[in-house]
């Protein structure tokens, strides 16, 4: 495969991200990036008419094709105190989430 994704550029990119992966992982995930990279080398291949217009997607959604927004309108749910017993912890109703630990980068 062209363009394979070295072990090396794979550690780098791994560093960069300031991932922690096992072997394992490692070489799942740089199996799949070169599978990825392999998608794309394969549509590349794919021959297409001189001109074509680059497309986001097949049909153009225009406001003569797109139907009508709906209106924004709250609609309360029955029974909140249903799925506020479901919260690990909550304080006076709200959610209580755990502090997420952060470093400050220089």
Do not use: C
């Not at 794979?10 to 599978?35: C, G, I, K, M, P």
């Not at 909550?90 to 755990?98: G, L």
């Amino acid at each position: 495969m062209k363009d394979e994704i070295t072990i090396e550029v794979f550690n780098h990119l791994v560093s960069l991200a300031a991932l922690e992966l096992d072997e394992t992982q490692a070489q799942y995930l740089r199996h799949e990036l070169n599978q990825q990279l392999k998608a794309i080398h394969e549509l590349e291949a794919v021959p297409l008419e001189q001109g074509l217009k680059i497309n986001a997607h097949g049909v153009a959604f225009t406001p003569q094709t797109s139907p009508q927004l709906r209106k924004d309108e709250w609609i309360p749910f029955e029974d909140t105190q249903d799925i506020l017993a479901q919260l690990p912890q909550s304080d006076d109703r709200y959610v209580v989430v755990p502090d997420i630990p952060h470093e400050k980068l220089d």
